[in-house]
């Protein structure tokens, strides 16, 4: 007996869908079959007579449990996606098996998200989220936060409903995984974002790469929602700026994450400043002993922080991380010789085979990544990180001086005025400024040429 067909698909085939015609020669299966569990129609350009046509046969889709709606508005003007966008995602919202939606490669700025803000509201069976490179900015992206949230505050509604009636087959799941990648969320949107993962600390996957988040919204995202998601599995926040600050924040992370796999942290400034010794230090601590993957590249980490890694890695007794198979530092600032990267990759490459965890099978890479682009090591990188931190304690210094300058000013010029004033108001002069009231004549005789 033949396997029935359980995906409907027209990925990648380059379709230009304007007409309620068009969408209607491609979609005969659509129409005729009801029993679907995955739909995509990736990769095509959907006008909104051609969404208006499909929304009833996706309504009709009542087994649906994802569907892959990227890069589906490509040449679309902005004012063609937002109907569009409104006809497939109010046929999505009464499908409660459906808990996956990739929306990713659709221009949602601030023109065009009212649609997929109002449906993140709504769906409560959603479970994992994937908005990559929608061109949202800070403010937009906002909005979608703060939508997340409602989604939050409906599911804990829906629960205690189904629980006081006794809904048999009832489940609402939570928000496992939030992709939203490549999107200038920026600072700006961090405190929207912080509170949307406090109300989901189910969650497993959040990945906010290339997202120009710097280091006072990485504090925030981290210490004011993340640390509230102990079930976290995977975290890619690269291509952000952490520093030290980020970093302090990361490592105070790290150890309610127990269920961490994999950590990436690359491309965002850690090596400099004692940020590697930070992260290092807290995964010391033994409390991220599932962890897999650690993605560092681009981060100026030199021989050292390779070194202080190594050493967590190599304290098998403790076994601070046993499972630690992947380590990923192209980009930096080592000889690609070094001694403790030959070690680290010799230990790594080693448990190629063991039985310390799941997801050893083949295709699972072990040891390091390929070193194509090491940077030379500076050999007055310390000295510098030491002038460094001298100057930072030099400028406060200075800073506290200054102020205090500023004060003394700020006292004598108070003490003048008010010596000033005493003075004036005790010998006014009442002579006329002479000088002035020529000028003012001269003004008066003037006539415009």
């Known amino acids: 007996m033949s396997t029935p067909t359980t995906t409907f698909s027209l990925e990648g085939r380059g379709l230009k869908l304007d007409t309620e015609d068009d969408a209607r020669s491609h979609t005969q299966d659509l129409s005729s079959t009801k029993t679907y569990t995955h739909i995509s129609l990736s990769g095509n350009t959907l006008g909104a007579p051609a969404c208006t046509y499909l929304a009833p046969l996706l309504s009709a889709q009542t087994s649906l449990t994802s569907i892959n709606l990227a890069d589906i508005f490509t040449s679309r003007l902005l004012s063609e996606i937002p109907p569009a966008l409104a006809s497939l995602l109010t046929a999505l919202l009464p499908l409660q098996n459906l808990t996956t939606i990739d929306l990713s490669d659709n221009a949602f700025g601030l023109k065009t998200q009212a649609p997929l803000v109002d449906f993140l509201r709504q769906h409560v069976p959603l479970q994992h989220l994937i908005l990559n490179n929608n061109g949202l900015g800070p403010e937009a992206g906002t909005h979608i936060a703060t939508a997340l949230s409602t989604l939050a505050d409906r599911k804990a509604e829906a629960r205690i409903h189904a629980a006081n009636n006794a809904t048999k087959g009832t489940h609402i799941p939570p928000l496992e995984t939030l992709i939203c990648g490549r999107n200038r969320l920026e600072t700006g949107s961090m405190a929207a974002w912080a509170q949307a993962f406090q109300k989901h600390p189910h969650l497993k996957t959040v990945k906010m790469v290339q997202n120009g988040i710097r280091q006072p919204g990485i504090c925030t995202l981290l210490r004011d929602?993340?640390?509230?998601?102990?079930?976290?599995?995977?975290?890619?926040?690269?291509?952000?700026?952490?520093?030290?600050?980020?970093?302090?924040?990361?490592?105070?992370?790290?150890?309610?994450?127990?269920?961490?796999?994999?950590?990436?942290?690359?491309?965002?400034?850690?090596?400099?400043?004692?940020?590697?010794?930070?992260?290092?230090?807290?995964?010391?601590?033994?409390?991220?002993?599932?962890?897999?993957?650690?993605?560092?590249?681009?981060?100026?980490?030199?021989?050292?922080?390779?070194?202080?890694?190594?050493?967590?890695?190599?304290?098998?007794?403790?076994?601070?991380?046993?499972?630690?198979?992947?380590?990923?530092?192209?980009?930096?600032?080592?000889?690609?010789?070094?001694?403790?990267?030959?070690?680290?990759?010799?230990?790594?490459?080693?448990?190629?085979?063991?039985?310390?965890?799941?997801?050893?099978?083949?295709?699972?890479?072990?040891?390091?990544?390929?070193?194509?682009?090491?940077?030379?090591?500076?050999?007055?990188?310390?000295?510098?990180?030491?002038?460094?931190?001298?100057?930072?304690?030099?400028?406060?210094?200075?800073?506290?001086?200054?102020?205090?300058?500023?004060?003394?000013?700020?006292?004598?010029?108070?003490?003048?005025?008010?010596?000033?004033?005493?003075?004036?108001?005790?010998?006014?002069?009442?002579?006329?400024?002479?000088?002035?009231?020529?000028?003012?004549?001269?003004?008066?005789?003037?006539?415009?040429?």
């Open 225 to 449: 929602g993340l640390q509230n998601c102990p079930e976290l599995e995977v975290l890619d926040l690269q291509d952000n700026t952490f520093t030290h600050v980020g970093a302090e924040a990361l490592s105070s992370s790290l150890p309610l994450w127990p269920h961490l796999r994999e950590l990436g942290v690359g491309d965002s400034l850690l090596g400099r400043k004692g940020g590697m010794g930070m992260l290092c230090a807290a995964l010391s601590q033994g409390r991220n002993k599932e962890l897999r993957v650690l993605r560092l590249q681009y981060n100026e980490i030199d021989s050292r922080g390779v070194a202080r890694l190594l050493k967590v890695v190599e304290e098998e007794k403790e076994g601070k991380l046993p499972r630690l198979r992947r380590v990923e530092l192209n980009g930096n600032k080592f000889a690609e010789e070094d001694e403790g990267v030959a070690r680290l990759r010799k230990v790594l490459e080693g448990r190629r085979g063991d039985d310390s965890g799941e997801g050893d099978g083949e295709g699972e890479e072990f040891g390091l990544d390929e070193f194509s682009d090491l940077e030379e090591e500076d050999s007055d990188v310390e000295e510098e990180d030491e002038e460094e931190e001298a100057e930072d304690i030099d400028s406060d210094a200075e800073a506290e001086e200054k102020k205090e300058d500023e004060k003394e000013k700020t006292k004598k010029a108070e003490a003048i005025v008010r010596d000033a004033e005493e003075e004036e108001g005790r010998n006014v002069s009442q002579k006329q400024h002479t000088e002035v009231d020529v000028l003012a004549e001269k003004m008066g005789r003037t006539e415009m040429i």
